[in-house]
């Protein structure tokens, strides 16, 4: 193996053909890795805000005001 790095020159078409699979399925394994840790970030983020209680009262008043200028 350490001489085929040391020598790509002497390495056969299929040999290539499946160092490009393992990097093709290498940069596969790296993306779904990367991309499931972004969708278990944004999972653990709360990002519901009820609107109930002052903050709707708030909100309203603060619709009526921008409303009327």
């Not at 056969?12 to 969708?39: C, E, N, P, S």
């Amino acid at each position: 193996m350490l001489e085929m790095i040391m020598n790509p020159g002497a390495m056969t078409q299929a040999q290539w053909l499946i160092v490009g699979m393992l990097v093709l399925l290498a940069l596969g394994i790296l993306f779904f890795v990367y991309r499931t840790y972004q969708v278990i970030k944004e999972a653990t983020q709360n990002k519901y805000k009820p609107n109930i209680g002052l903050s709707r009262a708030q909100d309203a008043a603060r619709d009526v005001t921008d409303n009327q200028e």
